[in-house]
């Protein structure tokens, strides 16, 4: 197998694999990078001859991995969509959004270059779509030659998928963005136990140790406990969510302890995308049971559409509990507005539940110290931290030593880490290099094609 990184910058970003296989040339994914702008986001397509891919194979609809499909596929239009069904009944929703933000963008932050594809592209993706279910081998073949797709459901987010390639009694598995552990609206991982020549993996916690008391359901009962103390004692509370996903398990994690009494019945109040995305969860949740979550956990929990933006420095006048994105107090979102009017009350809390990059509003407010100032530049408005900040470990990523032990089970050969920052890849490569199992190791230059 040959296997270029087109994701220019390294690290975690705009993933795209290029892997051939003799005759076949397959992309794994396609995303944007998430902190750069223009076309500056993009994997480096310049690589590809027009019409010299024959299917792109999607992981997720993360935008790190979908951001740039349309762009991937603008001249390959003879290449096929490789997914999960749930992903097919997300991606062109999720696109239509990311381009509706970068027309937004455009206007507001004068990057001419956006929109990078136009919603006429997105109607044409439909019909290149081919989705699988998980478990099923699929067999492609080109001349005399064949090659065969599975898809394996990898948790993570709903119609997330490992994926399986073989060709000439060889076999290759990519992770994908993977959790082992199940979530309360998603199970874990179910991955094949065999063994694979070729293992590409995830490294995104390769610098987050396991600790032994931090154990996904006892972080949720840390959360909740949070949650209803603040309440209890006249506070709100804001969890910023992402909408895909994060915000759907949190509403659902929420409904049961409103229902076992845990938590106190206030009002819900929730944010665009993450809401209208709940109809998808329903539908999938319908068609294919492969998440657990039904619309009428709003009803249950009296969810509320966010109908303005309150104002910096006023808190609701009674508790409320905003679930509202983004994850990381990105500025002009709903969660960065709401943060504005809770942070100077001490009887407020701030949950995070996801990660947060130290660069983003989220990442420096948990850097900051209690009653100092924290700087909300694009309102012009400052405010001592008075309400509490609470981090929680809910990653929708496997630890690296279930990575490692899951590395191990798979017996390859070679072993090509991807989807993590430097430092994160540097610590699974000399694990795995000190193993002795002889793996071949490799954690690729961007651009540089590698024989695996
Ligand atoms: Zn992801
Ligand atoms: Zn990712």
Redesign the pocket.
């Known amino acids: 197998m040959k296997l270029t990184d087109l994701n220019p910058h390294g690290g ?1 970003g705009a ?1 795209c694999l290029l892997v051939e296989l003799g005759p076949f040339r397959f992309l794994i994914d396609a ?1 944007i990078h998430p902190k750069k702008v223009g076309r500056d986001t993009l994997p480096d397509f310049d690589k590809l001859a027009p019409n010299s891919i024959d299917a792109l194979i999607l992981t ?1 609809c ?1 935008l ?2 979908l951001g740039s499909l349309p762009v991937a596929l603008r001249h390959q239009p003879e290449a096929m969509i490789i997914l999960s069904r749930p992903t097919q009944e997300l991606a062109v929703r999720m696109l239509r959004n990311s381009c509706n933000v970068m027309r937004r963008q455009r206007e507001e932050q004068h990057i001419p270059e956006y929109p990078l594809y136009s919603y006429s592209e997105l109607d044409r993706l439909e019909p290149m779509m081919f989705a699988l279910p998980y478990g099923h081998a699929r067999t492609f073949a080109k001349g005399n030659e064949e090659v065969q797709v599975t898809l394996y459901a990898s948790g993570h987010i709903v119609g997330a998928a490992g994926v399986k390639l073989t060709y000439k009694h060889r076999s290759i598995f990519f992770t994908g ?1 993977v959790l082992f552990t199940d979530q309360k609206t998603l199970p874990g991982a179910s991955f094949p136990d065999e063994t694979f020549d070729t293992l590409v993996m ?1 490294t ?1 916690r390769g610098l987050t140790a396991r600790t032994a008391d931090k154990a996904r359901e006892d972080e949720v009962a840390r959360l909740l406990q949070t949650v209803g103390r603040t309440l209890e004692n006249g506070g709100s509370v804001l969890i910023p969510a992402f909408a895909l996903g994060r915000m759907q398990e949190i509403l659902a994690i929420l409904e049961e302890a409103v229902s076992k009494g845990d938590i106190p019945k206030v009002p819900v109040v929730c944010s665009g995308l993450g809401l209208d995305l709940v109809d998808y969860f329903d539908n999938i949740s319908r068609k294919f049971n492969a998440v657990h979550f039904r619309r009428t956990i709003l009803k249950k929990l009296g969810v509320q559409s966010l109908k303005r933006f309150p104002d910096p420095g006023k808190s609701p006048s009674r508790p409320t509990l905003f679930v509202v994105s983004s994850g990381m107090l990105v500025e002009k979102t709903p969660s960065y507005a709401v943060a504005s009017s809770l942070l100077g009350n001490p009887h407020n809390a701030v949950c995070f539940v996801g990660y947060c990059d130290p660069d983003t509003p989220g990442g420096q407010l948990l850097e900051t110290p209690r009653d100092e100032s924290f700087v909300f530049d694009a309102l012009d408005y400052v405010t001592p931290v008075r309400a509490s900040i609470e981090r929680f470990d809910l990653s929708g990523h496997a630890d690296r030593e279930e990575l490692l032990e899951f590395a191990h089970h798979c017996e390859p050969r070679a072993i090509v880490l991807t ?1 993590g920052d430097p430092e994160a890849r540097a610590w699974f490569k000399e694990e795995l290099e000190q193993s002795d199992q002889g793996y071949s190791v490799t954690d690729p230059v961007p651009g540089t094609c590698y024989t695996v």
């Open positions: 975690i993933n995303g997720h993360h790190d991995h963005d995830e995104t989807h």
